[in-house]
């Protein structure tokens, strides 16, 4: 049987365009839909202006340290239009980047919404149908809202990019990444924050220590955070939201952002028609070769909600490339993800927290919080976190957890030793870098605790 393309894959984010540049490159004859804008979440709605929103707001910061180390300097208005404009174009550009990657690798492109027809047929929004020997699901996620009364007032992380105006007041509900790096970014930027957490401590699932630690330093920041708090409802209230929550309290905000969670893209896809087998939350479920049940069907990303991470869906992308296009099977390795979470102090994060780790065999945690030199020259009340989690038998660090201006830099490269299996032994037989913070991760000696 012959087919219009050897791939055409849906969604034309990380996962889906690093896929269909590198089976092109190897020889494929590949096409890609994208019914939004190229580069997906993490170039449009995520990562990319994220990031460039958290230098924006440390600024003031900076301002701040400089008069500190005696310049003198003042700190005028954000000036939200400028930096807003600015911030588009570069997406714009970076869209044009992505567009370019795929056409220069004669990559075909459709700027139209797909779904599935067929195990090799996908149709198009104009009616057009194409055929494909193989095709790759790629759509990401997207965010969801709770169901709570009067929601549909809230905007998600997705609306902050084009907010009209930055918000004197802003409510954000929720504890993970989302809604951590939003309130210190906004936080940074002026607003008046607010951040309610249904649980008893921010960034579930990550070092118990290290994410009280970046939770005392927002809260240090001016963030007003309340843990074990959800909302009841919400209602307008003239040009702004009034919020009934389940402490008690009523209050009004400018803007309530719902930082909750994010669910894949696959609904109205045709995946249950075909018998594409979904988990509970809509997620594609793949084998270690991101194959689904259905052999000519693959998917990467956060539609399969393994591990949402962008490089992480570039691996998966990549992979399916090797298994699929080059005949060398190759499954995802999922162990041991560097990352980090850009806050207000970042937290950078490798391997087991001290709680897993504990749960596992006995281990040894060594740790040091301190003041760093330039904060502290500053009087900056801040502190940092540096800490190894080993195994007691192996001595292998089994976690490496930093929280710290520029953390993120850190566990890349801690992450490097770790992957590779490093032992206590060999962080310690590694020479300091004097003077630097990170210093502190090869020069702890003895213990703080053994469980
Ligand atoms: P998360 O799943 O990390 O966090 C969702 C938060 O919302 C949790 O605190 C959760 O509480 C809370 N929540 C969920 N449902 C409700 C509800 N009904 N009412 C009140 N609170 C609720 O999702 P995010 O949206 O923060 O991020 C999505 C993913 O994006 C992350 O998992 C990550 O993989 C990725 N990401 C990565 C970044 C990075 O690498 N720096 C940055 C941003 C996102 P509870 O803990 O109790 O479940």
Not at 241 to 251: H, L, M, P
């Amino acid at each position: 049987m012959s087919f219009d393309y050897d791939l055409f894959v849906i969604g034309g984010g990380s996962g889906g365009v690093r896929a269909a540049r590198v089976a092109a490159q190897a020889g494929a004859r590949v096409a890609l839909a994208e019914e939004d804008r190229y580069g997906g979440t993490c170039v449009q709605r995520g990562c990319v202006p994220k990031k460039l929103m958290v230098f924006a707001s440390e600024y003031p910061g900076y301002i701040e340290d400089a008069k500190a180390y005696g310049w003198d300097a003042t700190l005028g208005d954000f000036n939200w239009d400028a930096f807003k404009s600015k911030l588009h174009a570069e997406l714009d550009r970076l869209e044009g980047v992505y567009r370019n990657i795929l056409g220069n690798n004669g990559v075909q492109t459709f700027d139209a919404r797909a779904k599935l027809a067929d195990p090799h047929t996908v149709e198009l929004s104009d009616g057009s149908r194409k055929t494909a020997k193989h095709i790759l699901l790629a759509m990401g996620g997207w965010p969801v809202l709770p169901d709570i009364k009067g929601a549909e007032l809230g905007i998600t992380s997705n609306d902050v990019f084009h907010l009209d105006a930055l918000p004197e007041t802003m409510l954000i509900l929720g504890g993970g990444y989302i809604a951590c790096e939003f309130a210190c970014i906004l936080n940074g930027l002026g607003v008046n924050v607010t951040q309610y957490y249904r649980g008893a401590q921010i960034l579930r699932g990550f070092d118990e220590e290290a994410r009280g630690l970046v939770s005392e330093e927002m809260q240090q920041n001016g963030i007003d955070l309340h843990l074990g708090t959800n909302i009841l409802e919400m209602a307008q209230d003239g040009d702004k939201i009034r919020v009934k929550a389940t402490n008690g309290t009523e209050r009004v905000f400018d803007k309530v952002m719902f930082a909750t969670g994010r669910r894949p893209n696959t609904a109205d896809m045709g995946l249950e028609e075909l018998g594409v087998k979904l988990g509970r939350y809509g997620e594609v479920l793949v084998d270690e070769y991101s194959q689904t049940n259905i052999p000519s069907i693959y998917a990467v990303g956060d539609v399969t909600d393994r591990v949402n991470l962008t490089p992480v869906a570039i691996r998966e992308g990549m992979a399916f490339v090797e298994t699929v296009f080059k005949g060398n099977p190759t499954p995802v390795d999922h162990d041991l993800i560097p990352t980090a979470i850009f806050t207000q102090p970042e937290m950078g994060t490798i391997g087991m927290s001290e709680e897993e780790a504990r749960d596992r065999g006995p281990i040894e945690v060594y740790a040091t919080s301190f003041k760093p030199m330039r904060e502290s020259f500053a009087g900056r009340a801040q502190r940092v976190l540096m800490k190894l989690v080993v195994c007691a038998d192996t001595r292998r660090v089994l976690g490496c957890h930093i929280v710290a201006p520029g953390a993120g830099e850190m566990i890349q490269l801690a992450g490097i030793a770790v992957k590779m299996g490093a032992t206590k032994e060999d962080f310690d037989r590694t020479v300091a870098v004097h003077p630097t913070m990170s210093e502190e991760i090869v020069t702890m000696r003895e213990p703080v605790r053994t469980a």
